[in-house]
């Protein structure tokens, strides 16, 4: 039995390092790129209305239009299934990995990841549906069903969709991040995995029963709570070390773009290429913004809204505050640090993962730096676990064609969080690493057989903010 999990876990890793591989990496920043060309790169001409329109008033309620949540609590909902442990240990992984220049390019793959989020999102309210119970349904498994011409090939495509989703939600939305809290709890604070197991279940399953309202109620305050917690005590972080902030820079784009690999500096024994730099980045970077995974999509379907295109711009900024700002502070924080490259005395090897970011936060604030860290990795990862279980219920819901069994999902899921907080299982992390790549193909197929109608409803829209800039002009 032994041999054969041993053979598993080895026919996995290699078929996640090719799904994960530079194929995949360039079609979905590729994706990204021809969709930016198409739309006449009006997502980032309209970058600072999308996120005026996200911080307004009118984003809070649910005036405009129909749908079962309003568009704040929508992205907000979004961005608790995506700013996750990838702010903290992924961006500390792709910098060990790729180098300090693997930073530049995570915000390379953001700046084209904001159309491809921006498009799935739109389009899944443009074809969402109101199932039997009045709530509305919808993502990319509806797109494909609705909007291609080829029924049959939108079909298989929404299957296969909705099949990875589920997957992917007791993976990488369930157990991997069940299994960070527990882990990191018990380092920093000594908790036994079974304890923390139990809390993340009792707390899964208060929340979760409730559905998408009580998911969106949670969401939309310990989201913004907890990225301007971590925000705030990453500048501290960055301020404490200024003086070394120039060279980390420097060092970050200079790795960045180095045909050769390089190293010294700041970054230790760490050397690495451009090539390098640019894998892990644009990896790490789209592992942790989620942009045309389609994943997004589902929750942004939940939203009051009267123009797809004005929840798109909404839902599309998800991208930016996860990449451009938590992942920077992060990334930063480490830069300033002088502990990328460094060696912990405890192992004896380089810092790396959760470790690294722990000992940057510990250079300034000490002990308290790694409790910090510890509550920031809690909340992200829990909120991730609240977001998935919405994506994975609908993905679930429309396997199924009914609502009626969502209820045995929500409480299996929740359950099997504590499965994942207390077992330490390197199979589910590579399956699920997996599931969450095969999600991506169809939903990239949709896009670029689409971008004719993306482009088209995205310029229509520009009429529209004309007008509203013109009214705000003479009131």
């Not at 990995?97 to 921006?118: E, N």
């Not at 910090?372 to 992200?380: H, K, R, S, W």
């Not at 399956?431 to 409803?457: H, Q, R, V, Y």
Request: aromatic share 10%.
């Amino acid at each position: 039995m032994n041999g054969f999990m041993e053979k598993l876990a080895e026919v996995l890793v290699t078929v996640d390092d090719f799904v994960w591989g530079p194929v995949m990496l360039i079609l979905l920043v590729g994706t990204g790129v021809f969709l930016t060309i198409r739309t006449g790169f009006l997502t980032w001409r309209n970058l600072g209305y999308a996120i005026k329109s996200t911080l307004s008033k009118e984003a809070r309620q649910k005036t405009r239009g129909s749908g079962d949540i309003s568009p704040f609590s929508a992205l907000t909902t979004a961005l608790a299934a995506t700013i996750g442990t990838g702010n903290i240990v992924g961006v500390a992984t792709a910098m060990v990995s790729g180098g300090p220049g693997a930073l530049v390019w995570m915000w390379i793959s953001a700046c084209f990841g904001l159309t491809s989020k921006f498009s799935e999102c739109m389009l899944a309210i443009k074809y969402r549906e109101v199932n039997e119970k009045g709530e509305m349904s919808g993502g990319p498994m509806y797109t494909m069903k609705k909007a291609f011409k080829h029924k049959k090939l939108g079909a298989v495509l929404g299957w296969l969709f909705a099949l990875f989703a589920v997957v992917a939600s007791f993976g990488i939305g369930n157990l991997t991040q069940a299994n960070s809290i527990a882990e990191s709890v018990k380092t920093t604070f000594h908790v036994p995995v079974a304890v923390t197991g139990i809390v993340i279940t009792a707390l899964a399953l208060l929340i979760i029963v409730g559905g998408i309202k009580s998911i969106s109620k949670v969401s939309s305050v310990v989201v913004p709570f907890m990225a301007i917690f971590y925000v705030i005590a990453g500048l501290i972080i960055i301020i404490g070390n200024i003086r070394n902030l120039p060279a980390g820079v420097s060092m970050i784009f200079q790795m960045a773009f180095s045909v050769k690999a390089v190293g010294g500096g700041l970054c230790g024994t760490i050397v690495a290429s451009m090539m390098n730099a640019m894998r892990f980045g644009v990896a790490r970077g789209v592992f942790s913004n989620e942009a045309g995974m389609g994943s997004a999509a589902i929750t942004a379907a939940a939203a009051t809204t009267d123009h797809p295109v004005r929840q798109g711009y909404i839902n599309m900024t998800g991208t930016f505050w996860d990449t451009i700002v938590v992942c920077t502070i992060t990334g930063l924080a480490i830069a300033s640090s002088g502990m990328l490259g460094a060696v912990n005395p405890d192992t004896g090897e380089l810092y790396k993962g959760a470790d690294l970011t722990i000992a940057a936060f510990k250079t300034v604030l000490g002990t308290p730096g790694a409790w910090l860290v510890c509550i920031g990795i809690a909340l992200f990862a829990f909120s991730t676990i609240l977001g998935w279980e919405y994506h994975g219920e609908k993905a679930f819901e429309y396997l199924l064609g009914t609502h009626k069994y969502n209820m045995i999902y929500r409480i299996i899921f929740s359950l099997i969080a504590y499965v994942g907080a207390t077992t330490s299982l390197e199979i589910v992390w590579n399956f699920s690493d997996i599931a969450n790549a095969l999600m991506a193909i169809p939903n990239l197929i949709c896009l670029l057989a689409l971008s004719g109608e993306i482009a088209k409803d995205i310029k229509e829209f520009q009429k529209v903010i004309k007008a509203e800039k013109a009214m705000k002009k003479h009131s």
